[in-house]
């Protein structure tokens, strides 16, 4: 259990690097992004490859001059240890990167890549830090934006240290104690119950989910969090036929009995029975103080920040042949074993939620490098999988996805939100948020991306000591499809096979699983 704890922490200490990294760039802090590296790291960034000095140098010219700003939002992110080295793991995040740029008509444009950074790290005097680095680019798409009038209300992030969240503390890459863990997952359950609450149209589960003095800016509404729930029920829940709230990189520091959370957000709200249905998408984070005061890790303090807006239109939003959707009736499977509040659970219990995680994420490693073996691992041998156009079991489902899914389509990109796992005993059940990619191409060149915000609700069971899935459903949310653009063919470009950089000379290094 030692070794197992320590790992967990390595992995939390990884993971809070690369906020930072992405804090550094968002809010345009150089200092910042060099502490995410050891001096002298290698950096692929397409346009610039060789030393990271280098790299943080053309930052300034090539993209803060040229970007009115910049939100990189990252999905999940799975790292494995060298079971040789105790100092040096391999890191891959799934992230989404919008740069919104005004063009000289005094329109703006986002442009927008899906993206995976393919890093080695390694633990050099107690600190975890990149000392390799491939972007590998999947897609690239270019957005119309902003069109959202917004008051002066809404506050916007500053790209400076005049950014409210450098008033947090905050640690550089080490590992904290398991004590400390429980704690920070705790915070990260509470947020996700948040956006569980806020798209599940569940007003108690919102108002759970804060202290009952806790302070709410959410731009349209600042005050008590009564006041919040009460605003929140007509302007988002009534007023709209979907909306998702997907989590991405968070930052969480525990100092004393408060807890210091950043965390990114792509909120999409869907009016999906309008003549033209469309999806106003917001680009936020929200800035939390939490606390613990006998009843539970809640929200003390909650500020949120609007980086960008748009509203696009999302085509028909009918139901499909045989996909479930989201409810937001009360009936969704997910309400019903809810809790309401989020107390350190025991940290074999954080443990256990780490390897859950780890599988969701090596299934979908498995779905978009194309491994039947990799996905096979992820669930029990006897698992029903329900994902819509396909019920049954496991080989059926592998047979499925090998036929309509690796055959139609360039490649994929299965880009997890939060995960909000509870465990009873060798059972667990999941709600995983995840935004999936479909590229098509054409002629050699990418023409379209079919988008699905889904969820997948889960029950894991533990078996001869593995959690594997036991069971799968799959609860679609919305849907489009985007026009692609061109990827410029000298960067270094995502592969659909054993032949992408996750599987190269520096991840085989360190050990890469493949099962």
């Not at 930072?20 to 995410?36: F, H, I, K, N, Q």
């Not at 029920?233 to 007023?239: C, L, Q, W």
Request: proline share 4%; with cysteine.
């Amino acid at each position: 259990m030692k070794n197992r704890l320590a790992r967990l922490a390595d992995e939390w200490a990884i993971r809070d690097t690369l906020a930072r990294y992405w804090r550094g760039v968002d809010r345009r802090d150089e200092a910042l992004v060099l502490s995410t590296y050891h001096p002298g790291a290698y950096d692929d960034h397409g346009y610039f490859k060789g030393p990271v000095e280098g790299f943080v140098q053309t930052l300034a010219p090539a993209v803060w001059a040229f970007f009115e700003k910049t939100q990189h939002v990252s999905g999940h992110i799975a790292v494995d240890f060298d079971p040789a080295r105790l100092d040096r793991a391999i890191a891959e995040s799934y992230a989404e990167a919008h740069h919104v740029r005004r063009e000289d008509d005094g329109s703006m444009r986002d442009l927008v890549y899906g993206l995976r950074y393919v890093d080695v790290f390694e633990r050099r005097e107690e600190e975890w830090r990149i000392a390799h680095r491939i972007c590998t680019w999947d897609w690239a798409r270019t957005d119309p934006c902003g069109g959202i009038p917004l008051p002066e209300t809404y506050f916007r992030g500053h790209e400076s240290k005049a950014d409210p969240v450098f008033a947090q503390p905050t640690r550089v890459g080490r590992s904290d104690a398991p004590e400390i863990l429980a704690v920070k997952q705790a915070c990260a359950d509470t947020l996700a119950r948040y956006a569980r609450g806020v798209d599940r149209c569940d007003p108690d589960l919102v108002a759970s989910t804060y202290h009952a003095d806790a302070y709410d800016d959410h731009g349209g509404y600042q005050g008590d969090a009564a006041g919040f729930v009460s605003w929140v029920k007509p302007t988002v829940m009534d007023a709209f036929t979907c909306t998702m709230h997907k989590l991405g990189n968070q930052l969480i520091v525990v100092e004393g009995g408060r807890a210091f959370a950043e965390t990114y957000a792509i909120a999409h709200h869907v009016l999906g029975e309008a003549e033209t249905p469309t999806d106003m998408i917001m680009g936020v984070r929200y800035m939390d103080i939490l606390e613990d005061r006998g009843d539970g890790w809640k929200i003390a303090d909650r500020r949120m920040s609007f980086e960008w807006e748009r509203s696009l239109e999302v085509g028909s939003q009918v139901e499909f042949d045989g996909f479930s959707r989201g409810h937001r009736d009360g009936s969704d499977p997910v309400l019903a074993r809810r809790s309401t509040a989020s107390v350190p659970a025991a940290i074999g219990i954080v443990a256990d939620r780490a390897e859950i995680y780890a599988t969701l994420v090596r299934y979908c490693r498995g779905v978009d490098r194309r491994d039947p073996q990799m996905i096979r691992s992820t669930y029990h041998a006897d698992a029903f999988d329900d994902h819509g156009a396909y019920q049954g079991d496991l080989d059926g489902f592998v047979d499925f996805v090998a036929r309509e899914v690796w055959s139609r389509f360039r490649t994929t990109m299965h880009k997890l939100g939060q995960a909000l796992i509870e465990i009873d005993g060798d059972v667990a059940q999941s709600e995983t948020y995840a935004v999936c990619h479909h590229v098509v191409e054409e002629g050699g060149r990418d023409v379209a991306d079919s988008v699905m915000g889904i969820r997948y609700l889960d029950r894991f069971e533990r078996r001869d000591g593995a959690w594997r899935i036991a069971r799968r459903e799959l609860r679609w949310e919305w849907i489009r499809t985007d026009a692609l653009d061109p990827l410029d063919p000298a960067w270094t470009h995502g592969k659909a096979g054993p032949d992408d950089p996750i599987f190269g000379p520096e991840a085989s290094a360190v050990g890469a699983p493949r099962d």
